[in-house]
Every structure is written in C-alpha cells, then in structure tokens.
C-alpha cells in the first residue's frame, strides 16, 4: 500500500455500502479496495516516468522508499496522487453504473 493512502478510507470515500456485513468482510473489502487503488496509482504515474526510472522502480519493494524515489521523478507527487484517486473514483463509479 502506498503510505499516503494510510488512514485513507476506500469505502467512505467511494460511499460503499456496508450495512449488513460482518466487521471482518468490511476490513477486508477496505484492504482490497486500498491495494487495487494502490495499484491503479502506481500504474498510472509509471507512464510518466522513462523506462530506465521503471525498471529502477521495479527493483524497490518497500513501499515507503518506493514513493521516495517516485517523488524524486515525479515531482507534484501529492498533486498527483490526488488527481489519480480522483480519477480511479470517476471509473469505479461508471462500473457500478453499468453493473446496476
């Protein structure tokens, strides 16, 4: 997970309904939907970077120094951030659409 989703609420913020699941269903729902837009993040900034910044990403495993070495290429990260989980809403939402 990236650090800057920690106390980042997936289900608040994409207003999921939860009512009538069990308290380990929810945490579980929270931790994957964290770790898809984790990963939605990571995967959109990599097209900013070259090839030789993607294949040194592609070395780090720790998450934390994974996002220092990101700022350093890319540097609005926060912005960036932002600007991403804004845009994973705008998709996750048009998905629910169509599945309703």
């Known amino acids: 997970m990236l650090p800057a989703l920690q106390g980042f609420d997936p289900l608040y913020y994409f207003d999921v309904d939860v009512k009538g699941l069990q308290q380990h269903e929810v945490a579980k729902i929270r931790q994957q939907m964290t770790e898809k837009l984790s990963e939605y993040i990571l995967l959109k900034l990599s ?4 090839e030789e910044q993607q294949l040194a990403m592609m070395q780090i ?35 629910l659409q169509k599945s309703n």
């Open 61 to 95: 495993e720790n998450a934390e120094e994974l996002l220092t070495v990101l700022s350093k290429y890319i540097p609005d990260i926060e912005e960036s951030i932002l600007i991403e989980i804004e845009n994973f809403k705008k998709e996750f939402q048009k998905k």
């Open 47 to 50: 097209d900013k970077l070259t």
